[in-house]
């Protein structure tokens, strides 16, 4: 008997949990450690989204998606895509991430993939490669476009392609002996015939493209620069809203009458119905948020009006809500009863002091400063725009009183 064997045998077992727990360890921390890398390259890709360097978003949120798939990642690289001009890739991608999002019970995100899918759907091009096989000889007739290898399933077929130049070739045996380019615009629609035998000379067809505009094509890099523009079309937004609510003013003024200290002081308070129409003209300074000007105006059943208007800040929060700070220069009137001599009598009143008669005069309440906000609630999706449940209060304090209002409407705002 070996005199070793116990004390091996001994030994064993400890020093199998200690190498297994070290390969758990160092597995774990190869794991977390490419988690870290995806979730790096998702915030340096969504920093780049919101300072509109698209070009280098674009493949970090790609790599981000490689190591730990998620919906929203999916959503976000579709977004880059569609900002840098690759409309083709961002339709096939928002496809990708509705099809997901049904599966998942996302109804959110699902609404807005399918705005951007019917927003993008009418610019993407499409290319269709139609394939002559009556003379294929033996060897296999392989189809590339941009490189790679076509899936004979989509010969014939069109296909959605991003802006730019495209080139198709044809190769038997793995030499090329045909190729072609074809450059499309946005909305354009080209067919390209390819032979399937091998020609006495090199040939290089032109391809039958439908052209909708007359506008010439701009190159990738030109693209990704006139879309990280500060200036660029689609950055500016506009609303327009209807609302009603309710209006509680508190305005007075002094006027010289015949009394016996030769002063009138008219003052009166009041609780309205408000209808009117609100506004907003702004610019996209980030990716959530608007920067512009939001303007208010309303007539109230106390015979008046209501007007403010002033710079304001609106950020989405989320994929439905939208919140916002108003600060409002404008001013308000209204109509009451009062005495001619001193004192008041709101209307509809029968109380009042002072020996005149009483008479209707207008209240106004002055040049006035306050603050308004927004609350917003996106009720639906459109190619052009978003359609929003929302409120809108404000406060105003004047030289001569105060209002302050509480509406709810709707609002369309264009993208």
């Not at 070009?55 to 970090?60: H, I, L």
């Not at 139609?130 to 060897?139: C, Q």
């Not at 106390?302 to 710079?311: D, R, V």
Request: proline share 6%.
């Amino acid at each position: 008997m070996n005199p070793l064997r116990p004390f091996r045998s001994t030994l064993w077992a400890p020093l199998s949990a200690a190498l297994l727990g070290a390969s758990a360890l160092l597995w774990g921390r190869q794991v977390a450690a490419e988690e870290s890398a995806a979730e790096r390259l998702f915030r340096e890709g969504r920093a780049l989204l919101v300072e509109q360097r698209f070009a280098e978003a674009c493949p970090r949120l790609e790599e981000s998606q490689r190591l730990e798939p998620s919906l929203g990642t999916k959503l976000n690289v579709a977004f880059c895509h569609e900002r840098l001009g690759d409309v083709a890739t961002a339709w096939v991608g928002f496809q990708e991430a509705s099809t997901t999002a049904r599966t998942e019970g996302d109804a959110a995100r699902e609404a807005f993939a399918r705005s951007r899918i019917e927003a993008i759907a009418p610019r993407v091009p499409w290319l269709r490669v139609r394939v002559s096989v009556g003379d294929a000889g033996a060897d296999p007739l392989a189809i590339l476009l941009d490189g790679a290898a076509l899936d004979p399933v989509a010969w014939d077929k069109e296909l959605p392609v991003d802006p730019g130049e495209h080139v198709v070739a044809a190769a038997r045996r793995g030499e090329v002996f045909w190729q072609t380019t074809v450059t499309l615009r946005e909305s354009e629609r080209a067919d390209v015939a390819v032979p399937a035998a091998a020609p006495a000379e090199p040939v290089h067809a032109p391809a039958a493209v439908s052209r909708p505009e007359q506008r010439p094509a701009a190159p990738r890099e030109e693209r990704s620069a006139r879309a990280a523009a500060p200036g660029a079309a689609g950055r500016f937004v506009y609303e327009a809203g209807v609302l009603v609510g309710y209006l509680w003013l508190k305005a007075g003024k002094n006027e010289g009458c015949i009394t016996m200290d030769g002063a009138c002081s008219f003052h009166a308070e009041t609780d309205s119905f408000l209808a009117g129409a609100t506004g907003f003209v702004g610019y996209t300074a980030m990716e959530r948020l608007d920067l512009g000007l939001r303007a208010q105006i309303g007539l109230h059943s106390s015979e008046g009006i209501l007007f403010a208007l002033g710079p304001s800040a609106s950020y989405l929060l989320g994929e439905r809500f939208r919140v916002g700070a108003t600060l409002l220069f404008g001013t308000a009137t209204h109509t009451a009863e009062v005495y001619e001599q001193g004192g008041y009598l709101p209307a509809g009143s029968s109380t009042g002091y002072g020996d005149g008669g009483a008479v209707e005069t207008d209240l106004p309440l002055g040049f006035s400063l306050g603050l308004g906000a927004e609350l917003g609630m996106k009720l639906m999706d459109s190619p052009a725009g978003s359609l929003f449940l929302q409120a809108t209060p404000l406060f105003l304090i004047g030289e001569d009183g105060v209002a302050a209002s509480l509406p709810l409407g709707v609002a369309y705002r264009w993208n």
